[in-house]
């Protein structure tokens, strides 16, 4: 059966994405990307981010046994900042932006990732961020948890860490998704991906991992060749409304899947992720209904460990595009052992 | 005098880009990019892009003395594909996709780019990207012409070239400025563009190049370090409006831009680059005249030839941030030899 090129409609950011199946056929003689380096050492004297280390700031860091929080000591957003006023012309617009960032490692271990830490440990990180919500969420409207992993995704450090980001404004792609949930609640009297995990959950064609609390789906829209979403089954609108049962849920799906990409390549998977959730700060005190808990996982990688998606020229002038559907993955990375391209296509 | 972060609204996309001044201080420890290769040979007898060479579908290309089009062997979109029909779920909607994907050679040598090439060489390839946009967009409501530079940028041929890529719909980008533009005109009695180019002409700030019928400014709202918008002077809708005049002066800008790139990090410049203009097809019928011609050049690189911007967590999920403003990179992409970053921070 040919399998043609067609659009699919992301609900999240009304957009839409080219699923051209057949373009895995391509020979590939571009840009092949450096393997991982295998031996991180458990403690580098000379890592900011390990124990006991002396940082760019000339702060140490504690002997820390779990997580560790500390300010981003190059932040992109910090607390003042000038008001640029509002008398500008409309094609010279700027705004004042303040905020917060801040680093935090998983784990006091350099050679650990979220995929191999027990799970009581993957549960305090999950504690942690929860935590950092209720801080930074009590006065700031959006706070942005992500983690980027690898060196393909920009990361410089191998430490096992995220990174959380205040601001005092909603960023684009949190006012997006805010739009569409709330107008797809008002239009279909549902929360949007309430209604999405349950129809995954039923046909389960998409499903990567699952337990009872959680479901790990290949979205119908994805736009990265392996891109997943973690929703909670039950209507949930921020990671601080978790109850102790659904984090522990949360930690195990979460090593599930992690492991489940490790698997795919054989490699410590590469990606950006990042958790969104309903405002916060003055948003807290409104109807936020609409929303609902979510992570996005972004892995860079198509064919191997060392060919990855490019997005541009086309993705970037025009649309998104990819190159295979988003079913054809789920299974390779639901069974992981029988993953089809990774020998033939190397 | 501190730089403060701040908020730039791109009222192309209706979006807000991070301006981060300070963060350029961080040092780098990331990911460094590989040199691109040197030596190309002018004529290789295994590029499917050479003249007289045989391609993956068996054909044999012509010995083609300046530009030369072809079928893209592997289309990310053809002209057949089956209607999904409009009988779906709001969270599972698909629509049928129909096109065509075309390849373009620049120049008959592999070891030049558009930098290098002579004016009426340049002129050529305008001339011809012209001839496509009058086929293509006789019946496909959008014709993306567009260039993926350098390994870096996904290109996996040396040979310069670009891709045209045409589409039974508008997608995401092109519907995105298309509102944008309607809406300005409307609001504010002028073509956004052809006011923009005014402002910028009028203030010099972020002028790169211009002679008397283009202008190339680095865009108040750039997200790219070094990205840059290449506009017409006067009000024209498509590159099919040109004149010859025009066409002349946009091969020579063209090739002052390119060469103000390469100067920047000593080095043939990767990015990949695309026309936007007014939609075709049944559009050629209405009335565009909110439209303006524009080229978009996003390059990807940041501190050096190898040290490129991650556009990942942050961006991804929440927001595009730039680590320097648009005023900063202007004096050195005008000045090339200028330039401060190369050597102290490399
Ligand atoms: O068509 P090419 O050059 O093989 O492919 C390149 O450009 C395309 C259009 O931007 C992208 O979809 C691909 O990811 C990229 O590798
Ligand atoms: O903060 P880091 O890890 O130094 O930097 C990384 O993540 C940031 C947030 O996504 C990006 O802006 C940078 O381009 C990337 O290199």
Redesign the interface.
Known sequence: KVQ??????N?LRD??V???A??M???????VE?EEELHVPRHDPNNPLCPGNTR?NGEVNPDYESTFVFEN??????P???D?GSDQ?????????RGLCKVMCFHPWSDVTLSVMAIPDIIKVIDKWAELMVDLGSTYP?V?I???KG???????PHPHC?V?A?S?L????SLSDRCQRE?LK??GEP?LL??AK?EAESQERVVVQNSDWLAVVP?WATWPFQTLLLPRRHVLRLTDLTSQEKEGLASIMKQLLTKYDNLFHMSFPY???W?GAPTGPHLQEDQSHWQLHA?Y?PPLLRSGTIRK?M???E??????R?LTPEQVTTPLHCTFFFLFQKSQK
Chains 1, 2 share one sequence.
């Open positions: 043609h090129q067609h659009l699919r409609y609900p957009t839409w080219l699923v051209s057949h373009r056929k391509r020979p590939w003689s571009g840009q450096k760019a000591d190059f932040p992109a957003l910090q003042d900042g000038p640029p012309h409309p094609l010279f617009q700027s705004k004042a932006a959006w942005q992500f983690e980027n060196a393909m995704m920009g990361c410089s450090n990174q980001w601001s404004f960023p684009n792609e949190a797809y239009n279909h949007l209604q999405y129809m119908y950006s992720m990042g969104h996005h972004y490019f541009v020229g086309y970037m002038l025009a649309q998104e595009q190159d």
